[in-house]
């Protein structure tokens, strides 16, 4: 705690998969690539991806809350939060497998708790997967 007086209690995680020819791919992390540049170089642009896709899974996490604490929410609800309009619009834009044949994504915020216990850092993770969305090429 010396060097962290109020440490991160949590770190989010925009992750997703798309679906193509009718199956859905592995979840991916399209901040990982970026976060390894952003570790070896901080002023390289790896920092500025870095920093934009930690804020859209920081919005997909209050979308989550919002879920969790709205009075029956809808799916429709769901799909017009800006977080997940910002995930959306980065899978099609900036997802290199992406072609004709994809026709629907799924996105989720992966997140991993801190909390400090007798001492200890206890770290939980908890994911939340939202609607499937339907992806327009045109958009």
């Given at each position: 705690m010396?060097?962290?007086?109020d440490p991160t209690h949590?770190i989010?995680?925009?992750?997703y ?6 199956e859905?791919s592995?979840?991916?992390n399209p901040?990982?690539?970026f ?6 170089n901080?002023?390289?642009s ?9 804020g859209v899974a920081?919005a997909?996490?209050?979308?989550a809350?919002y ?5 029956n929410?809808e799916d429709?609800?769901?799909t017009?939060?800006p977080?997940?309009?910002m995930?959306?619009k980065?899978?099609?834009k900036?997802?290199p ?7 629907h994504?799924?996105i989720g915020v992966l997140t ?5 216990d007798s001492?200890a850092v ?12 339907e992806l327009?090429?045109?958009?």
């Amino acid at each position: 705690m010396m060097f962290a007086p109020d440490p991160t209690h949590h770190i989010n995680t925009f992750v997703y998969q798309v679906e193509q020819d009718g199956e859905w791919s592995s979840w991916r992390n399209p901040v990982f690539r970026f976060q390894q540049d952003h570790w070896s170089n901080r002023f390289g642009s790896g920092s500025d991806m870095y920093d934009m896709l930690n804020g859209v899974a920081d919005a997909l996490y209050n979308a989550a809350q919002y879920r969790t604490f709205a009075e029956n929410p809808e799916d429709v609800d769901l799909t017009s939060l800006p977080g997940l309009m910002m995930a959306k619009k980065y899978v099609l834009k900036f997802t290199p497998v992406l072609d004709e044949g994809a026709t629907h994504v799924r996105i989720g915020v992966l997140t991993e708790q801190h909390r400090i216990d007798s001492g200890a850092v206890r770290v939980m993770y908890v994911f939340q997967e939202f609607p499937v969305l339907e992806l327009t090429h045109a958009e």
